[in-house]
Nanobody
Framework: QVQLVESGGGLVHTGGSLRLSCATS????????MAWYRQAPGMQREFVAE???????NYADSVKGRFTISRDNAKNTVYLQMNSLKPEDTAVYYC??????????????????WGRGTQVTVFS
């Protein structure tokens, strides 16, 4: 079983910065892609950024140049540095992690799990 715990959300003025973290724990054997999504009130969840095992990144057009995704493989943690925040960035941010677990019986299973979300509110 895998647990994802996000932190770092909060209330910030337009132009401010926040850094989100998502720590992954459990019977993890490997972690593949790590990503961030967000969901604003009344809207569908949308992709924000992702990073592969090899460090390749991909960003939504709306955050390019302002947000940076990074990961610490030793800590199984993914980060999202958010700069130049705008009111339209207000949303609940979720991390998504894909990988493989290995249990005590040496059985391998893939996982594709989500965190519970952390609220980011940008006021003008």
């Amino acid at each position: 079983q895998v647990q994802l715990v996000e932190s770092g959300g909060g209330l910030v003025h337009t132009g401010g910065s926040l850094r989100l973290s998502c720590a992954t724990s459990g019977s993890i054997f490997t972690i593949d892609a790590m990503a961030w999504y967000r969901q604003a009130p009344g809207m569908q969840r949308e992709f924000v950024a992702e990073m592969s095992t090899f460090g390749n990144t991909n960003y939504a057009d709306s955050v390019k140049g302002r947000f940076t995704i990074s990961r610490d493989n030793a800590k199984n943690t993914v980060y999202l540095q958010m700069n130049s925040l705008k009111p339209e960035d207000t949303a609940v941010y979720y991390c998504n992690v894909k990988g493989t677990t290995r249990d005590s019986r040496n059985v391998f299973s893939t996982f594709d799990d989500w965190g519970r979300g952390t609220q980011v509110t940008v006021f003008s």
